[in-house]
C-alpha cells in the first residue's frame, strides 16, 4: 500500500473499479481491495471491499507454498470450464476475511478455510497464483479476459 500510495495509484484504482471496469486482483490484489491488513501491525488498505487480511494462524506451515484445491462455492464464469476442486498454486501468509460472505465465489481449507477467489459484479480476485497455476490457471485469465470483453459490449 505504501508503494501504490508513493506511486499516486490508489485513487486511479480506486476510480477505475468504481467505473464498474473489469478488474482481476491476484494474490496481494485481493488482499489490497480490504480495509485494511494485519500485517506489519494494522496498515490501511484500498478499503473497496469491507473486511480484513489476517495473518495465517500459528501452528502452520507459513507461508504457505505450493497446491491446494479451490472449491466452488458459487457458479461464476471465472471457473467456466474449470472442474470443482481443481488445484491451484498458492504462496501467501496472510488471507482475507470479507464481511459479506457471499462475495467468496472460491474457498481452500488451509487450517482455515481461505476466500480463495472473491467476486463482486466486474471485480474478480484470487489468492492463488493463476499464472504459476498450469492449465487450470491458464483458463483463468482466458475465463476473465472473456468476461471483461463481454461486461465491455454490455455497457455500449
Same mark, same amino acid.
Given at each position: ?40 501491525g494494522w496498515h490501511e488498505c484500498l478499503g473497496i ?59 481452500? $481449507?488451509? =487450517?482455515?478455510? &481461505?476466500?480463495?477467489?472473491?467476486? *463482486?459484479?466486474? !471485480?474478480? %480476485? ?8 498450469? $492449465?487450470? =490457471?491458464?483458463? &483463468?485469465?482466458?475465463?476473465?479476459? *472473456?468476461?471483461? !470483453?463481454? %461486461? ?5
Amino acid at each position: 500500500m505504501a508503494n501504490l500510495q508513493r506511486l499516486g495509484l490508489t485513487s486511479p484504482i480506486r476510480r477505475f473499479i468504481a467505473k464498474g471496469r473489469s478488474f482481476l486482483g491476484v494474490c496481494i490484489g485481493l488482499q489490497i481491495l480490504f480495509g485494511g491488513t494485519e500485517e506489519g501491525g494494522w496498515h490501511e488498505c484500498l478499503g473497496i471491499i469491507p473486511g480484513v487480511v489476517r495473518r495465517l494462524p500459528p501452528g502452520l506451515k507459513i507461508p504457505h507454498m505450493g497446491w491446494n484445491q479451490v472449491k466452488q462455492k458459487t457458479a461464476h464464469p471465472i471457473f467456466d470450464d474449470i472442474p470443482d476442486e481443481a488445484n491451484f498454486y498458492f504462496v501467501h501468509s496472510y488471507y482475507v476475511e470479507p464481511e459479506d460472505k457471499s462475495l467468496v465465489t472460491g474457498e481452500t $481449507e488451509y =487450517g482455515v478455510s &481461505i476466500c480463495s477467489v472473491m467476486t *463482486k459484479g466486474n !471485480l474478480i %480476485a484470487t489468492q492463488f497464483h493463476p499464472e504459476k497455476s498450469g $492449465e487450470v =490457471g491458464l483458463k &483463468i485469465y482466458d475465463n476473465f479476459i *472473456k468476461f471483461a !470483453l463481454g %461486461a465491455n459490449e454490455s455497457r455500449r
